[in-house]
Structures are given as structure tokens and as C-alpha cells.
């Protein structure tokens, strides 16, 4: 009896690790000096492919974030800085098979460079910026939202998405 209890744990234990397997990480390097943080136009392009449906649903949480932390300039703005987004890796499982598979099923990664230009069209930042997990926590569109919160970070000179600044006077009205 108390064999089959410890097989039981010890199962229980190995199937926990197996789904969950590895956290999410997020990635951004040389971010934007904070002498160059300027409201922000941004274009998107994919080298890879991507569903209609991500991408709606990326541009959404991105100008959302944008808006949040106060970056994305109104339409109409001059001195700004423009942001080129080029979507190089784009992987995401289907949310049940992460669920059942956990590990096995693959992992999940978001790989976009992001290049910033000046007003005068001056290179001020450039990143590689990767969102990825392994585990069978979490959702595809939570994924995109980490992604568009990574880049945030990058144009707010922050070194991850813990650092985005907070503003309350968004640009736009």
C-alpha cells in the first residue's frame, strides 16, 4: 500500500514537471535612451507567417500599450520617432495542446526586431525583442500582450516589461 502511494506521488510529480516545464522569458537589449524617448509612429511588417487573427489582435495590444504608457503619437504629430516592427519568428501552439502536451508540444516564441528612427531619420535604438515559453501555462493572446508590453519596454528605455513606466496623460485625447 504505501509503495503504490509513493509510485503515485512520484507520477503526480513527474507529470506536474512535465507539463509545466520551463517559465516565459522576454527579452530586450539595447533599449532607447531615455534622452530619445519621443512619442512614437510604428509600421509592422512580417517576414514570417502569421495569421490575420495575431495580427489584428498584436496591433490592438500594441497601440493599446503605446497609449498606456503614453508613447504612441497622434496621427497628425511631426517630431516623432518612427518605429519599424519586423515580426522575424512567429510560433505559437494551439492553447489545448499546450494545455495536454505541456513541453512536448513545443515552444512558444515571438521574435520581432524593432528599429527606432528619429525625426531626422538618425538610428537611435535597435533590438532584437523575444517573447518565448515553454510551459503549459497561459494563452496565445497573453502572449501577444507580453510581446507588445516587451516592446513598450524597449521605446521606453527599459531593460524588460517589469520596467515600462506608467503615465497617466496618454498623447492621444
Known sequence: MRL??????????????????CSSTAVVQN???LSEREPVNYEISYQTSVEDDWKR????????????????????ALDVNQV????LVFRLRDDGTRFMA???????????????????????GRS???????SAWGTNSGYLEDHARDIAAFLSGGSDASSVPFTTAPLLE
Open 102 to 124: 505541456g513541453i512536448f508540444a513545443g515552444t512558444d516564441e515571438i521574435k520581432s526586431e524593432v528599429v527606432v528612427r528619429n525625426s531626422d531619420g538618425e538610428e537611435v
Open 128 to 134: 532584437v525583442v523575444t517573447t518565448s515559453n515553454a
Open 31 to 33: 533599449a532607447v535612451s
Open 57 to 76: 489582435l498584436f496591433e490592438v495590444e500594441l497601440r493599446d500599450e503605446l497609449v498606456r504608457v503614453g508613447l504612441l503619437a497622434p496621427e497628425d
Open 4 to 21: 503504490l502511494t509513493n509510485v503515485r506521488l512520484m507520477m503526480f510529480a513527474l507529470m506536474t514537471a512535465t507539463v509545466t516545464g
Open 84 to 87: 519599424s516592427i519586423n515580426f
